[in-house]
């Protein structure tokens, strides 16, 4: 059973920082892609970044571009956002994902990914 749970969240100023952690468990860690998603309260969920597992690529939304950064460990099967320049616009809880067999390229579609996690609140205070 996959399980996805993330931790690192919190109550920042904005200009802060914050590193939000994903910890994976079962059987298959690589898939396609892992990615990080978010949701603000009335907005729909959306992307934030992903990492392919066989060419090791990124991908961010340009919202966070040069703000945020993605990075895991194979090892102990664990991704990290590493969040920095906060704004009080990321405020949301954040969702790890997982992709599945299924997986079609399409990053930025929350239906692409078959594993979530709980989420982790980021809040920003301007």
């Known amino acids: 059973q996959v399980q996805l749970v993330e931790s690192g969240g919190g109550l920042v100023q904005a200009g802060g920082s914050l590193r939000p952690s994903c910890l994976f468990s079962?059987?298959?860690?690589?898939?396609?892609?892992m990615a990080w998603f978010r949701q603000a309260p009335g907005k729909e969920r959306e992307f934030v970044s992903c990492?392919?597992?066989?060419?090791?690529?990124?991908y961010y939304a340009d919202s966070v571009k040069g703000r945020f950064a993605i990075s895991v460990d194979k090892a102990e099967k664990t991704m990290w956002m590493q969040m920095s320049s906060l704004k009080s616009e990321d405020t949301a809880v954040y969702y790890c994902?997982?992709?599945?067999?299924?997986?079609?390229?399409?990053?930025?579609?929350?239906?692409?990914?078959?594993?979530w996690g709980q989420g982790t609140q980021v809040t920003v205070s301007s």
């Open positions: 079962g059987r298959t860690f690589e898939t396609y892609a």
């Open positions: 990492f392919y597992w066989n060419n090791l690529d990124t």
């Open positions: 994902a997982r992709s599945g067999p299924s997986y079609t390229g399409a990053y930025r579609s929350p239906s692409n990914y078959d594993d």
